[in-house]
């Protein structure tokens, strides 16, 4: 099992034993090339980064992905209704969160790292054309030599799509070819893409990234459309598992629908990645952390936290994103969520073998 | 007066006796981070990156900006049509050039400089939603600590327009409409804008750009109806004079346009700036260029070239960018034009004061 974290470009996140959510953070706090030089010292194989343009005030029609019929809470499935409740609330995100631009800080973070890999989790695809983000993408592979991890999804937040003039229910369509449209930009000598959204002929996108055929692409979806979709145009699915007391199973239909989809066009299931992000709080033995019942996933000491990153193996997850519960808001307690993971549980759960027939050498 | 230099992030420019053109770069050619890095050691103020999204192959329908009918050569007017092209002959692009983003880059080049200030020059404002561009360029600003000049303009390539689904005749009314949607962005507790291209309320875009009251908005005109817009939303014109016989005198025009656009709409000048783009070659003091009659200005020895920076000061200009001449489109004889620019011209550049009531402390 191998591990990447959530960057804290959107702030951190905090959880109880329904619901994960994003916590604003002050911009001083974020410190974004300080966190990739952390985890990439401590041996964490991938940093990821919310993706945002602007937010409306409140979302009330919109139902966050990390919301989970049954297990969450419903007043968290979207934003907050005012400034007041910006602190302590649980709201998938707060009214005014301080949010850096994930392209722009990938820039810097693949100037200042050597080895970690790097990408949006999910950029969200129908916000902007897909010609500027394979662009913007591509320079980012080249700046890191090669570390573009580009995670795609189709997005949930109505109100955000309305802003910037979208259809909030074409987002998958939309997805879909914008998918194709990162592919043929990386690859194509001159990129032709007729379709319902984008239409264009011969156009020039070079360099092409180092990483050929092209950098990876996992699809944040968890639905079987968007499995079918990761399968047809994609590399693998990226699902959210950030509830702390979801079953690691929980998307085996979707993994099945990946099979069948597999199947059903000749592809290669070994050709496809399987990564999850999850929720995660390390400490000591007489915390209550430790001593919950039910107890959070990835939640407790060092063993506890073992026997769940098997369990997720065990569910054909080769690697997971953290979201450190980080409830005071601050990079000291990110840094020593971090640094305590890196010690007590990188190196033994490396050893780990995920289980299925999916892809690992990514 | 303060010199700056084009990154080479697009390739590098040449020049004949009657035309300035784009030549393409190997990417090994294009360490932009290291170019950044030199230019800030040799004392440049700034450093500027162009911006394309995806060129398409031709574009027979368009007129560069360095196109003066009667005066540049017709060929250079559009771009190569051909991958045969790409070496040797005059065209304003190549087929298919290597391009970096420019706001990923400055993400890098951010953390790697302390005191040089960056910016898109200029940013084609249509190509993407005003809103994603004022969060990328504001998280420019928080990584270098209030370094970020904003250069947009309307653009001019048509197909590349047609590529991306943005109506190409109203573009400076979209230029006009995304440059108040940067400041209500940077500025306004909740961002709202309501016009013919771009409509929203309340959206929350944090953290503020560090510079206040807000980054510096220059506009790249070389029109009337250009630098009036500039005049009633900007800070400042970028107009180029790159061709190798400009006046510096010659947009002189365009500044008496200013000053009576200002007193219509009641605009106080006082920031306001004057910038130029032009192109130059420093060389030894046996070069033919500088005996040639008429000699290309700012081409020749560092005397010859501080004495028509001279010029561009006497026509008000107090920030000169430079794309320094590159027949050999290498790194090195970049860095050699760099070095000399550094070394020989900018101490006396500096003591040159610019003439006219414009501002200075861009």
Not at chain 1, 214 to 240: C, Q, S
């Amino acid at each position: 099992m191998r591990f990447g974290v959530l960057m804290n470009t959107h702030g951190v996140g905090a959880r109880d034993d329904h619901d994960w959510w994003h916590q604003p953070m002050p911009a001083e706090e974020m410190r974004p090339v300080e966190c990739a030089q952390i985890a990439e010292r401590l041996g964490f194989d991938a940093l990821m980064f919310g993706d945002h343009v602007g937010f409306p005030e409140t979302s009330p029609t919109s139902t966050s992905p990390v919301h989970v019929e049954g297990l969450s809470d419903p007043t968290v499935r979207h934003r907050g209704e005012g400034a007041g409740d910006v602190g302590g609330s649980k709201r998938h995100y707060p009214p005014r969160p301080n949010l850096l631009d994930g392209a722009v800080v990938m820039g810097a973070i693949a100037a200042n790292t050597s080895r970690i890999k790097m990408g949006p989790g999910v950029l969200i695809s129908p916000y902007r054309h897909p010609l500027s983000d394979a662009r913007q993408f591509a320079t980012i592979d080249f700046l890191s030599n090669g570390r573009l991890l580009m995670g795609a999804g189709a997005g949930w937040m109505r109100e955000e799509f309305e802003v910037l003039g979208h259809d909030p229910d074409e987002r998958l369509a939309m997805l879909e070819e914008c998918v194709q449209i990162y592919t043929r930009s990386w690859e194509d000598p001159l990129v032709t893409f007729h379709g319902r959204f984008y239409d264009f002929e011969n156009v020039a996108i070079d360099p092409k990234p180092v990483q050929k055929p092209h950098p990876p692409i996992v699809i944040g979806a968890t639905t079987n459309a968007g499995a079918r979709l990761a399968v047809r145009y994609a590399d693998g699915l990226y699902p959210i598992l950030n509830q702390p007391l979801i079953d690691p199973h929980h998307y085996d239909r979707q993994q099945d629908e990946m099979r069948r989809e597999c199947e059903k066009i000749g592809r290669d299931p070994s050709e496809l990645i399987m990564m999850g992000i999850v929720s995660e709080r390390i400490s000591s033995a007489d915390d209550e952390e430790a001593r919950r019942s039910p107890r959070r996933n990835f939640g407790g000491t060092a063993e506890q936290i073992l026997g769940d990153v098997q369990r997720f193996a065990d569910a054909g997850y080769s690697m997971l994103i953290l979201c450190p519960d980080c409830p005071s808001r601050t990079f000291g307690e990110w840094k020593e969520q971090m640094e305590r993971f890196g010690a007590e549980v990188l190196p033994e759960a490396s050893t780990i073998k995920p289980a299925g027939e999916w892809r690992t050498d990514f | 007066m303060e010199l700056a230099v084009t990154l080479n992030t697009h390739g590098v420019g040449t020049r004949d006796d009657s035309d300035w053109w784009h030549q393409p770069m190997a990417i090994e050619e294009m360490v932009p981070i290291q170019s950044a890095q030199l230019a800030e050691r040799l004392g440049f103020h700034s450093v500027f990156m162009g911006d394309h999204v995806g060129l398409p192959e031709q574009s027979p329908d368009s007129v560069s900006p360095l196109h003066v009918e009667g005066q540049t050569n017709p060929e250079v007017r559009q771009r190569g049509t051909s991958d045969a092209d790409v070496g040797g002959s005059k065209r304003h692009y190549p087929a298919r050039p290597n391009i970096l983003d420019g706001a990923v880059v400055m993400g890098a080049v951010a953390t790697h400089t302390t005191t040089l200030k960056m910016g898109p020059s200029v940013l084609i404002a249509p190509y993407r939603h005003p809103l994603s561009d004022a969060r990328q360029f504001a998280t420019i600003d928080t990584l270098s600590q209030g370094r970020l000049i904003m250069g947009v303009g309307a653009g001019w390539m048509k197909e590349e327009f047609d590529a991306l689904d943005r109506p190409f005749d109203s573009r400076l009314a979209q230029l006009e409409e995304a440059i108040q949607v940067y400041k209500s962005a940077w500025t306004d507790d909740l961002a709202m804008f309501h016009g013919q291209f771009y409509n929203f309320d309340r959206i929350a875009m944090d953290p503020k750009p560090v510079r206040k009251p807000h980054p510096p908005i220059i506009v790249g005109a070389v029109t009337k109806a250009g630098v009036r817009l500039a005049a009633r939303q900007a800070n400042g014109i970028d107009p180029i004079l790159m061709r190798p016989h400009d006046d510096p005198h010659g947009f002189d025009n365009l500044q008496d346009e200013i000053r009576r656009e200002a007193e219509r709409v009641d605009r106080d000048l006082s920031d306001f700036a004057m910038i130029c783009h032009v192109s130059a070659l420093v060389t030894d003091a046996g070069h033919p260029i500088t005996q040639q009659d008429p000699r290309p200005i700012l081409g020749g020895t560092a005397e010859q070239v501080i004495a028509d920076l001279g010029r561009f000061a006497d026509a008000g200009y107090s920030l000169v960018v430079i794309a320094p001449v590159c027949p050999s489109r290498t790194f090195e004889e970049y860095r050699e034009q760099l070095e000399r620019l550094g070394n020989d011209v900018i101490p006396a550049a500096k003591e040159i004061k610019p003439a006219g009531e414009w501002w200075t402390g861009l």
